[in-house]
């Protein structure tokens, strides 16, 4: 009788991910936190205005593609600095396909939002980068040929 082998599954538990983005929102002057696609789409979000979130995915998405096809190198961080808040955005895995936000209140030193959103992308980068590739797999592997 031959034994099977499970293949190990890798990637970030949902509760797990939440978490992680509620202890960013619970810094001092982060309102929101959010993981999402590089079409705005959110995969998670930690904030109490589901539908400003959306809209700030959007923008957010819609700012970094602009860059993105314009820049001489591949981006590392936008930090936007408006009216009403200040927000930071960063790549959190190597295919580009999943962006991570933070929005702050104007109270929130820049170079700390900087430095919160480095922490908290590298520390989702291993398991994001498992599932993006994985998704990029998925999605070749599916179309015709």
């Not at 099977?4 to 990637?11: D, I, L, N, R």
């Not at 981006?75 to 962006?99: H, I, K, P, Y």
């Amino acid at each position: 009788m031959a034994e099977q082998v499970k293949e190990p599954v890798h990637g970030v538990r949902p509760k797990v991910l939440a978490n992680i983005l509620r202890e960013a929102v619970a810094s001092d002057g982060v309102q929101m936190s959010m993981l999402m696609q590089g079409d705005g789409s959110l995969i998670a979000l930690a904030a109490e205005d589901r539908d400003m979130a959306n809209k700030v995915a959007a923008i957010v998405s819609s700012i970094w593609s602009s860059y993105e096809k314009v820049a001489v190198e591949p981006l590392e961080c936008v930090l936007v600095d408006n009216e009403e808040c200040r927000f930071a955005v960063q790549g959190v895995d190597s295919t580009g396909e999943a962006l991570l936000c933070l929005v702050a209140q104007h109270s929130m030193p820049i170079g700390l939002l900087k430095a919160t959103i480095n922490a908290l992308a590298e520390h989702l980068h291993d398991p994001v980068s498992v599932l993006a590739e994985a998704s990029l797999l998925s999605r070749n592997n599916s179309q015709p040929r």
